[in-house]
């Protein structure tokens, strides 16, 4: 996505946010981040966000949301569509391990999200973060010359990408399941696990 496009996209929103939200929501720049992640969405003091949690607007809010809104889902499908847009091929891996990057901010958020949906929904988001494992995969894989310049193999995980200038980080490969074991996601490395015994059964099942 190009800088202009992007620029369209925040002024659009911008002007929807001010339309619709009657000035309880407003975007605001963000210090010390760089496009398309320097702005964000705040309520625009501090009591309308807690009126706005009060029993009867979540009651209120609760009729008018479809019932098959998962707003946990869409937050984490919006960091994950973040993810996907993201050209890692211009800087060095030194700067990609730095929590400002983009991709290291926008990971994080995603584990945050995913964990918190953990416990209050009881399920792991496991289409999601599939999805995200196989999205920064191609992503490190499109752009080989940071691979390189990491001095990782062809065959490593894209984790040990990411991990690879970290202080004091175990030599061991890394995989996705290191990341979301660090993330704390039990439910979705429990139902990993699960998925793997299935494949090794059904392997063991093919007739010779």
């Not at 973040?82 to 584990?111: A, C, D, W």
Request: net charge positive; charged share 25%; aromatic share 8%.
């Amino acid at each position: 996505m190009s800088k202009l496009e992007i620029r369209k996209r925040h002024e659009s929103t911008t002007r929807r946010l001010n339309s619709r939200c009657k000035g309880l929501l407003e975007v605001s720049q963000i210090d010390g981040k760089a496009p398309p992640f320097h702005r964000q969405v705040d309520f625009l003091h501090r009591t309308a966000r807690d009126f706005m949690r009060t029993k009867s607007m979540q009651n209120m809010l609760a009729r008018y949301t479809p019932a098959r809104f998962d707003a946990g889902r869409t937050i984490m499908s919006s960091y994950l569509v973040q993810i996907k847009g993201l050209k890692v091929g211009n800087v060095t891996p030194l700067y990609l391990h730095s929590p400002l990057h983009p991709f290291t901010l926008m990971l994080e958020r995603l584990f945050d999200c995913a964990c918190e949906y953990e416990m209050s929904k009881g399920v792991a988001p496991t289409a999601i973060l599939d999805d995200l494992d196989k999205s920064a995969g191609l992503l490190f894989q499109r752009d080989s010359p940071l691979r390189k310049a990491s001095g990782l193999g062809a065959y490593y995980h894209w984790s040990n990408v990411r991990l690879s200038y970290s202080e004091g980080r175990d030599k061991s490969p890394k995989t996705f399941i290191t990341l979301a074991t660090s993330a704390g996601l039990s439910l979705y490395i429990r139902e990993a696990g699960a998925r793997s015994q299935l494949g090794f059964r059904a392997t063991r099942d093919v007739p010779c």
